[in-house]
């Protein structure tokens, strides 16, 4: 189990950047459309990542205590940092 580097940061770094750069997309293109998309993959990524997170703490043993101190996927952002 990786705690470090990208990991220290957040549990999901590859959401993360997925997110980062539709947000950017959205910001540039300003369009309704892309919003509503943005949000929609927020909410399927936080899924994902939940149920990921479930198999990982059957699997290591000391992922408890590494959620309990990491942000999920944004840090301080409902919905995306569960902890």
Known sequence: MVTSGAYG???HPLYQA???C??????????????ALLL???VVLAS???REERRLLVLHP??????ATTAAILP???GLDWR
């Open 76 to 78: 301080g952002i409902p």
């Open 48 to 50: 994902k990542a939940r």
């Open 18 to 20: 997925i997110l980062i």
């Open 62 to 67: 000391g992922y408890g205590a590494y959620r």
């Open 22 to 35: 539709s947000f950017g997309l959205t910001l540039a293109l300003g369009s309704l459309l892309h919003l």
């Open 40 to 42: 929609t993959l927020a």
């Open 9 to 11: 940061r957040c549990r």
